[in-house]
Each structure stands twice: as C-alpha cells, then as structure tokens.
C-alpha cells in the first residue's frame, strides 16, 4: 500500500515556465513533508521542506505548498531551467522531521531549451 | 569527507553470496539510514541507527539483512545468501540527529545479483 504517490512518472516543460510536481499521501500522521532532487547515478539532494503546521515555503525559484485537507502536496519550480532536469521525489515523515521517510516513486521533470 | 560516501559503488555478485556495503556518514552525525531503492520506485527505508544502536530496524525485508554501526560513525549492510530480487541500489543517509530536520544521501551502491 504506497502511502506516498506521485501519479505522474513524468512531465515536460519549457524553459522559462513553471514546473507542478504533485504529491499525495494517505497517512494522516505525517508531519513533515520534504522534496528531493535526484540526478542520475547520484544520491537525492535536499530541495525544500514543509511542515504540517503550514500551507507553503518558499525558497528561491521553488515553493512547496501542502493542502492538509486534500493530503495533497505541490512543488512550483519558477522560471524552470535546464538544469533543473532531473527525477524530484516527495517524502513525508511522521516524526516531525528527516527520520525514516516514506518516499514517493518519483517524477522525471525535463526542461527544454 | 564533506558528504556522505559509499563503498563500492557498483557491486555485482553471484546469487547465494555474502556481501558488504559500506557507508561513512558525515562527520558528527549522530543519525544514520540505510534505503534501498528498487528499479522505477522510490527509496525505501531499511533502518535507522541512533549512535551504536538500532533505533529501528522494522524496514528490513528478513533475516538475511543485517547492520551494524560498532563505534558509531561506520555503517556495514551485511546480506547474506544473496537473491536476485536483491538488486537494487542500497542508500545510506545520516543527519545531525534524529530530530533534523534534513537527511544528506550518499550516492549509494548498486548491487547486481547475477
């Protein structure tokens, strides 16, 4: 049973546009909520986080939003840059922090020139 | 070193061997976790160390899995009797505590059982 899912194994976009990585989950206890970013033969790399106790965080180009409710959460990658070509994974944790994460099963995001 | 660094990084070995994986968290990182990483999915978790010790090894799939930490720093993911639904990529994380709030991954180990 995937408690986090990531139902689009891939999307495209244009260089310059925004880029919507969506996640959802079905465990209510998970508090803390992270996206990571992964190149090929490397290990994920920290993007941006979120906790339950708030609707969105900003950091630079990227903003997580997380609507509890829904148990549905986004990323928004603005302007999208070649470079941020790459598979984005959502994780969700239900101990408040990095601890034992449940992962999602990732979404390739390609940017074109 | 800076991050965190796994060993081998590709490791292909016959089905029914014993192998060894090892990973070097960063320095003063008191937590450290092992996933593994099947093909098209995402990490899954394995265990968590606190220190020397298991905090939570509930992610290992059977008995032929095991971990250890001896001093702390140091992590060795031991399987024995290797399978060929074994082959994935093996990846280890560390965090300053449990409680951080961000986990830095090595690059991990890909095992191929043949």
């Known amino acids: 049973d995937q408690q986090v899912k990531q139902n689009s194994p891939s999307l495209s976009v244009q260089e310059g546009r925004i880029s919507i990585l969506n996640c959802d989950y079905t465990?209510?206890?998970?508090?803390?909520f992270l996206w990571y970013k992964k190149y090929p033969a490397e290990g994920p790399t920290f993007l941006i986080s979120i906790s339950s106790i708030k609707d969105k965080n900003e950091d630079g180009r990227f903003t997580v939003f997380l609507n509890k409710s829904a148990k549905h959460l986004s990323l928004h990658i603005v302007p999208s840059q070649p470079g941020d070509s790459a598979v984005y994974f959502c994780a969700a944790s239900d101990q408040g922090s990095a601890r034992q994460l449940t992962f999602g099963s990732g979404t390739q995001l390609t940017v074109l020139p | 070193g800076a991050g965190v660094s796994q060993t081998p990084s590709n490791k292909v070995t016959e089905k029914g061997k014993y192998v060894e994986l090892r990973c070097d968290p960063i320095?003063?990182?008191?937590?450290l976790y092992w996933y593994r990483q099947s093909l098209g999915q995402g990490p899954e978790f394995l265990i968590y160390f606190q220190g020397t010790g298991a905090a939570d090894d509930s992610g290992l799939p059977n008995d032929r899995f095991f971990a250890v930490r001896p001093e702390g720093s140091v992590s060795t993911l031991k399987i024995q009797r290797t399978e060929r639904g074994d082959s994935a990529v093996y990846l280890c994380?560390?965090?300053?505590?449990?409680?951080?709030?961000?986990?830095?991954f090595g690059q991990g180990t890909r095992l191929t059982v043949v």
């Open positions: 465990n209510s206890m998970f508090d803390y």
């Open positions: 994380a560390s965090s300053l505590t449990p409680d951080s709030t961000e986990a830095f």
């Open positions: 320095s003063g990182h008191t937590a």
